[in-house]
């Protein structure tokens, strides 16, 4: 039982380090773009610009630990933009056991199995971080989407604030004006494929990367991993089910007083453990 927590605290650190780096620096660094390529490039921003309001689905969880057998667990997932995203982990007969509320004031992390909960706002996610945390970017991490350090969703008319270029069929954005971050993006077939998320004065890297993309233009199959010069770990999701832009609404309780609340110290603890 101890295991499943693990899926949460993984995705948390993710959140974390997605969010981390927001702050703009004061001039953003400009891009010229007057060739011919590069405007067949821009061509690629507008694809790849965001179409789903909503995703549902059931998913298979894996979690991958470095030098360990990997670990797999049934649950759901729900996106509603602009509103929240809800992970669950449910492995016997559709029973919740464990599940993660992120929406635009904070992020609830529950574990049903020992009756204790997080409880955190961006604002203190921020002061523990030194830096802004931003709900869009996970939201946009999550829908496959495009976003730059202080706009999401992006337009066609925001193609001049990223650095492109060509690596062979790959056409690659970068977002350099976080203050602390870089983002980048790898769109291929029309698709983004992956975003890369690193650290500017560290080795930290955070990957997200997208497969099996379903009529509907959404990834069946996601995976995210952390490292620090080598890896640390991952998580993968396998979308089964899926429905698109048909949520109205997302329903999450929470908890009442016979769960215990603990500390974003506590939680921080158990990530390093992990």
Not at 48 to 64: F, I, K
Not at 70 to 96: E, M, N, S, W
Not at 135 to 164: C, M, T, W
Not at 185 to 191: A, K, L
Request: include cysteine; glycine fraction near 6%; hydrophobic fraction near 35%.
């Amino acid at each position: 039982m101890k295991l499943r927590p693990r899926y949460f605290y993984l995705l948390l650190c993710s959140v974390l380090f997605v969010a981390c780096g927001t702050k703009k620096m004061l001039q953003a660094p400009a891009h010229t773009q007057t060739s011919q390529i590069a405007k067949e490039k821009n061509k690629e921003l507008s694809i790849a610009l965001p179409q789903n309001e909503s995703v549902d689905a059931n998913v298979t969880y894996t979690l991958h630990r470095n030098g360990k057998k990997d670990k797999q667990v049934k649950g759901t997932l729900q996106i509603l933009r602009g509103k929240g995203i809800l992970i669950r982990v449910a492995p016997f007969l559709g029973i919740t056991v464990a599940e993660m509320y992120i929406q635009p004031s904070g992020i609830t992390v529950i574990d049903h199995l020992n009756s204790r909960y997080l409880q955190t706002d961006f604002q203190e996610l921020s002061n523990r971080l030194y830096t802004r945390l931003n709900y869009q970017s996970v939201e946009a991490l999550f829908l496959n989407a495009l976003f730059l350090s202080d706009k999401y969703p992006v337009e066609n008319g925001d193609k001049k604030r990223f650095g492109i270029k060509q690596e062979g069929n790959t056409t690659v954005l970068t977002d350099n004006s976080h203050q602390q971050a870089i983002s980048k993006f790898y769109i291929e077939n029309h698709q983004l494929q992956k975003t890369e998320l690193s650290v500017k004065t560290t080795a930290h890297k955070l990957l997200w990367n997208y497969a099996q993309f379903s009529i509907e233009g959404y990834p069946q199959q996601i995976r995210i991993d952390l490292s620090e010069k080598t890896p640390m770990g991952g998580l993968s999701i396998n979308l089964r089910k899926a429905g698109f832009n048909r949520l109205k609404h997302i329903d999450f309780v929470t908890p009442d007083n016979s769960y215990d609340r603990v500390s974003m110290t506590d939680v921080l603890k158990m990530i390093s453990s992990l």
